[in-house]
């Protein structure tokens, strides 16, 4: 168990939010990693079809698209949870302290907003394909459920980001996500060190050079 896992399992309201953010992670693991597999076998088969037997899968297109936008939206989710989405940090990078994590809380609090609300028009986009009742022309599956889980992972992308934000609201260290502490002061503090090195290490150089001369 990490430090920061530790100090959440001491209280009922954290180890509640564990549970919350292991089962997300569960989800997302179980969702990415069958859609890649089912992908991948798809594909092959698609292949070994239209060289052996002249004829490949002709619902191959159809479910690789499905399969496409499931992992698109769900690995939102997996790199907000990782932090790993992509970061703006041309300002976030000067800032320190209070300052720095004050921006950290706005961005996070700012990308659930903007998750919440598209997770809402996904959700009303489902239920107008649904209305209308297409379906797919090979097997015929209502287009709907192909797209279900847009608004599941832009949901799930929200939450990741609503409890980073909580999470920097109720401690005093800075995380870029849940369970991830932010790495920037470190990185910022260890090339400063070394840049103080290697400034020492060259006048130390300069200085026995002059005195060999």
């Not at 990415?32 to 079809?49: E, F, Y």
């Not at 959700?123 to 847009?150: D, F, H, K, M």
């Amino acid at each position: 168990m990490s430090q920061a896992q530790g100090k959440l399992s001491r209280s009922l309201p954290g180890r509640m939010l564990l549970r919350l953010d292991w089962l997300i992670g569960w989800i997302e693991n179980i969702v990415l990693s069958g859609a890649i597999l089912l992908m991948a076998a798809i594909n092959i088969g698609n292949v070994l079809g239209d060289n052996l037997l002249g004829q490949g899968l002709p619902f191959a297109g159809e479910i690789n698209q499905a399969l496409l936008v499931m992992i698109t939206f769900v690995g939102v989710a997996k790199a907000a949870r990782h932090g790993r989405n992509i970061r703006m940090s041309a300002i976030y990078d000067q800032l320190e302290g209070r300052w720095r994590k004050a921006l950290n809380v706005l961005i996070t609090m700012g990308s659930a907003v903007v998750m919440f609300y598209l997770a809402y028009y996904a959700v009303l986009y489902e239920v107008q394909v649904r209305s209308i009742g297409q379906a797919t022309p090979s097997l015929g599956i209502p287009l709907w459920t192909l797209y279900v889980l847009v608004p599941v992972g832009l949901f799930m992308a929200g939450l990741q980001y609503a409890l980073t934000t909580l999470r920097n609201l109720t401690s005093r260290e800075l995380y870029r996500s849940f369970l991830e502490r932010e790495v920037y002061e470190d990185a910022d503090l260890h090339a400063e060190e070394q840049g103080k090195l290697l400034d020492d290490g060259a006048e130390a150089t300069g200085s026995t050079d002059k005195e060999a001369r």
